[in-house]
């Protein structure tokens, strides 16, 4: 079924409300993806490589026309300490977050929080001369 006939179905908002279970077919990995085991009633990521499709403007309102496909670029830790992935539409842009299912997988959630300490955004070379222009030693103590 796809997304407008989708979408006729259900009223506006009918997700918000409304537990889905609907199972689908990741569009990047091309994995099978189910809401069991998921430890929520709404699936809206794929475990394995944690990509999304650009379906909801709010959450679970399923008005956005874009459809695109939202990679994971970012994880942040929400106030309650459960972790959320943060997703950008590659088609327009568009960022959202969505908390992180029990059967994600932990080594790409990892490689995605360590990717700023893996990617810096200075050359590691040069760390000595700039903490010395910075007025340190430039030098780790020993």
């Known amino acids: 079924m796809n997304r407008e006939n989708k979408r006729k179905q259900y009223e506006k908002g009918y997700y918000k409300t409304h537990s889905c279970t609907d199972?689908?077919?990741c569009r990047v990995c091309g994995r099978p993806v189910v809401s069991a085991g998921a430890g929520s009633s709404h699936r809206n990521h794929c475990p394995n490589c944690l990509c999304s499709l650009h379906l909801d403007l709010e959450p679970g309102d399923r008005a956005a026309d874009c459809g695109g496909i939202m990679d994971p670029v970012g994880v942040w830790v929400r106030k309650n300490g459960e972790w959320a992935v943060i997703h950008r539409c590659r088609r327009c842009g568009h960022l959202s977050s969505n908390r992180v299912?029990?059967?994600d997988n932990p080594m790409k959630l990892m490689s995605i929080a360590m990717r700023p300490?893996?990617?810096p955004p200075f050359p590691l070379e040069r760390i000595e001369e700039m903490t010395?222009?910075?007025g340190g030693e430039g030098c780790l103590r020993r």
């Open 23 to 25: 199972s689908f077919t």
């Open 117 to 119: 300490l893996s990617q």
């Open 132 to 134: 010395a222009l910075m």
């Open 101 to 103: 299912a029990a059967d």
